[in-house]
């Protein structure tokens, strides 16, 4: 066996493999994936209680979950970043997956908080949807002394 680091050392070349896998060899993948997410997501209801009638009478309602660009992310056990990163991919395919995932994200927030399912300023602040009104106000000081 050769020492570490002597001169001609090629003992690398025993490995059976170079570097780090790929996390999706291939955009399919991916898809399949991020569908398997959604259908999980779909079939996760969040159980809330509350108390209806004169007599408040306890109710559990079934509440949807969101599809979130993190939860898709811990579900693929990696983090948004390296999605992202996929978009610059030499397979333009990525790109088309990765931005049709993002659509169908947005897309369910958006209706979900547009029929109420999800609370919608919470929805807008996350997608960065916002409400501006802007303030024109002229404010002139008198000369007021002071004796």
Known sequence: MPKPFEVGNQFWKLRTKHGVDKLFKDPQLLWEQACEYFEATDSRKWVKDDWVGKDAIKVERKNETPYTKSGLALYLDCDWRTIEALKEDTNKDFLHIIT??????????IEGASVGAFNPSIVARELGLAEKQEIDANVRAKNVSFE
């Open 100 to 109: 049709r995932i993002e659509q169908i994200i947005y897309t369910q927030k």
